[in-house]
């Protein structure tokens, strides 16, 4: 099986008319699951239907969230849509506290936590398809870093990977982080 992880984007909160995700942070979403939009409508599982089609296997789905209601919700959407479709076997989703710009504490958090996943995976693939937000540009450096290869599946369903980038250095702001990955 082919381990995918991907940030939680929120596009499969329009497309499935989540207008308050906020009041759905506790809630059971099973009802959702009927309203499930083809995967090709949503980011993350484009990319696990096509990986899984091109490489032959079954893709492994995991997903990386803030700790936004939106994101949340977002990520168990995805996670419902994933199952319902039958596009990727969906693992689950962990939050990454206080992430926000200049805040190197929860970057680095969130770096530390998607390179033990890759790793432990074995490599595996990072997704970078559901839009240019922070997560997606720091899930691509951990992919780097983890030795993942980076992915994007334009809206046509071709399947690039991103060259890999050899990183040098990290600021000394992140501390621990910069000594986990130099090991």
């Known amino acids: 099986m082919i381990y995918l992880l991907a940030a939680a984007g929120l596009t499969v909160l329009r497309k499935m008319g989540v207008e308050n995700p906020a009041r759905l942070v506790a809630a059971r979403l099973d009802k959702?699951?009927?309203?499930?939009?083809?995967p090709s409508e949503v980011p993350e599982l484009h990319v696990a239907e096509v990986l899984g089609r091109?490489?032959?296997?079954?893709?492994?789905?995991?997903?990386?969230?803030?700790?936004t209601p939106e994101s949340v919700v977002a990520a168990r959407l995805v996670l419902l849509c994933a199952r319902a479709?039958?596009?990727?076997?969906?693992?689950?989703?962990?939050?990454?506290?206080?992430?926000?710009p200049g805040d190197?504490?929860?970057?680095?958090?969130?770096?530390?936590?998607?390179?033990?996943?890759?790793?432990?995976?074995?490599?595996?693939y990072v997704s970078i398809t559901s839009g240019f937000n922070l997560e997606v540009v720091?899930?691509?450096?951990?992919?780097?870093?983890?030795?993942?290869?980076?992915?994007?599946?334009?809206?046509?369903?071709?399947?690039?990977?991103?060259?890999?980038?050899?990183?040098?250095?990290?600021?000394k702001d992140l501390g621990r982080l910069a000594q986990f990955i130099n090991k």
């Not at 596009?87 to 990454?96: D, K, R, S, W």
């Not at 190197?104 to 490599?123: D, I, N």
Request: glycine share 14%.
């Open 32 to 38: 959702y699951a009927e309203r499930s939009p083809p």
């Open 54 to 67: 091109r490489l032959g296997e079954r893709v492994r789905l995991e997903l990386a969230a803030t700790d």
């Open 85 to 100: 479709s039958g596009v990727a076997e969906p693992l689950g989703f962990y939050t990454v506290k206080k992430f926000a």
């Open 104 to 124: 190197y504490q929860g970057v680095g958090e969130f770096l530390e936590l998607a390179v033990r996943k890759l790793r432990a995976a074995g490599g595996g």
């Open 138 to 171: 720091y899930l691509a450096l951990a992919g780097w870093l983890a030795g993942a290869r980076v992915v994007y599946v334009d809206e046509g369903g071709d399947l690039f990977e991103v060259p890999h980038v050899e990183i040098c250095g990290l600021p």
